[in-house]
Every structure is written in structure tokens, then in C-alpha cells.
T-cell receptor
Framework: KAGVTQTPRYLIKTRGQQVTLSCSPISGHRSVSWYQQTPGQGLQFLFE???????NKGNFPGRFSGRQFSNSRSEMNVSTLELGDSALYLC????????????FGSGTRLTVV | AQSVTQLGSHVSVSEGALVLLRCNYS??????LFWYVQYPNQGLQLLLKYTTGATLVKGINGFEAEFKKSETSFHLTKPSAHMSDAAEYFC????????????FGKGTMLLVSP
């Protein structure tokens, strides 16, 4: 069974640009969540999608957005990048609400210069 | 809202020694509790989880944790550390009510010396 696949693994962007990250969940999983991980703030929840609907949203500015497609694949977009957006972005999938445990991808390391 | 506190940002043990990583949680409703491990430049791997039932939970790689409701704790232990256990460990909580997401602790870096 394939795991959670995140692409790309590494990304370097310039301040002011926008970026799109992709996540393919485990087959059959309908819930996809995104987390930002930084040394200072740790792991912070961005948003969760279930069956193409955003079900939960963390405390991030509107520059951070996401969507989920009918095949459960998800993308997150960050517009007008700032230096502080440099982080490891992790995607996690679950078959339900997460109560059975999330499976995480390897992450996308975003560096903003 | 729920929260997680992990005591000690770094824990050092010798190979073969007991590993104890502490986790306390706060939740107004019955929690689900998780331990994840993260190796450098990788994602999070689920070690074990507590949902319902037996309070002593066994996970992968010889780790186990015990849910103690009276102490609001979910400490992670392993009888004998191995060099390959060196990594960062995260405790996380979600709740059974509604649609819940994971709230993580700040993490504990486990260092294992020969």
C-alpha cells in the first residue's frame, strides 16, 4: 500500500512569489490535513479537508489556502511568500476524522530567500 | 481546546538504558493520544496510539505508553535504548467529539550515546 506522497520534496522561492505544494493521500483516505513545522513554533495545524470540503482551519493568514480534489489529492498554496514561511510542510491523511491515527508524508521543505 | 506538554526538549540516555519521555495533556473531553517519531529530514511516523480500551499501549520498535487519566499523562517508555532510537519524538492529542485535528507537543529530542 503506497504511503502519503508529497511533491516536491524541496523548494526554493523568492519573497513575494507564490508556491503550490501537492499531497496524494493513501488510497481510500478521504481526510487530508496540512501542518507547518518550524524550529520556533513546532508543528502547527493549517487546515483539513474531507471529501473536497474544508472542515477545519488553523490560525494562519489568508495567504495560506488549500483545496482537495475528487480523488482526495490535495494542494496547498501560499501567496506573497515571506521569509517566515520557510518551513517543512507536512501532509497527513486519515480514513476518518483522525481518531484512528494520521499517516504523514515526508514533507516539502520550503525555503524562502 | 486541547494542549500537550512534553517535559524536556532534550533527553540523553546511554545505549541499553531505559527511555522515558514525558507527555501531559489537557482536554475537556476524552482524548485520543498519539506518539510520533521524526528522523532528520523525514515526516512523522506513528509509534503508537491510545483510543479506547486497554490503557497500556504497545507500539513499534519496542516502545509502549500508558494512559493515566488521573494524571493526564501518556508517557512513552522503552526498556532498552538502541542507537537507532535517536530521533525527535512528538506527543499529540485529538478528541472524540466532532471533527478533531492533532495538537502536538513541542517535541523531545532523544540522544543515545554508546
Amino acid at each position: 500500500k503506497a504511503g502519503v506522497t508529497q511533491t516536491p520534496r524541496y523548494l526554493i522561492k523568492t519573497r513575494g512569489q507564490q508556491v503550490t505544494l501537492s499531497c496524494s493521500p493513501i488510497s481510500g483516505h478521504r481526510s487530508v490535513s496540512w501542518y507547518q513545522q518550524t524550529p520556533g513554533q513546532g508543528l502547527q495545524f493549517l487546515f483539513e479537508y474531507f471529501s473536497e470540503t474544508q472542515r477545519n482551519k488553523g490560525n494562519f493568514p489568508g495567504r495560506f489556502s488549500g483545496r482537495q480534489f475528487s480523488n482526495s489529492r490535495s494542494e496547498m498554496n501560499v501567496s506573497t511568500l515571506e521569509l517566515g514561511d520557510s518551513a517543512l510542510y507536512l501532509c497527513a491523511s486519515s480514513s476518518n476524522t483522525g481518531s484512528y491515527g494520521y499517516t504523514f508524508g515526508s514533507g516539502t521543505r520550503l525555503t524562502v530567500v | 481546546a486541547q494542549s500537550v506538554t512534553q517535559l524536556g526538549s532534550h533527553v540523553s540516555v546511554s545505549e541499553g538504558a531505559l527511555v522515558l519521555l514525558r507527555c501531559n495533556y489537557s482536554s475537556s473531553v476524552p482524548p485520543y493520544l498519539f506518539w510520533y517519531v521524526q528522523y532528520p529530514n523525514q515526516g512523522l511516523q506513528l509509534l503508537l496510539k491510545y483510543t479506547t480500551g486497554a490503557t497500556l499501549v504497545k507500539g513499534i520498535n519496542g516502545f509502549e505508553a500508558e494512559f493515566k487519566k488521573s494524571e493526564t499523562s501518556f508517557h512513552l517508555t522503552k526498556p532498552s535504548a538502541h542507537m537507532s532510537d535517536a530521533a525527535e519524538y512528538f506527543c499529540a492529542v485529538s478528541v472524540r467529539k466532532g471533527y478533531s485535528t492533532l495538537t502536538f507537543g513541542k517535541g523531545t529530542m532523544l540522544l543515545v550515546s554508546p
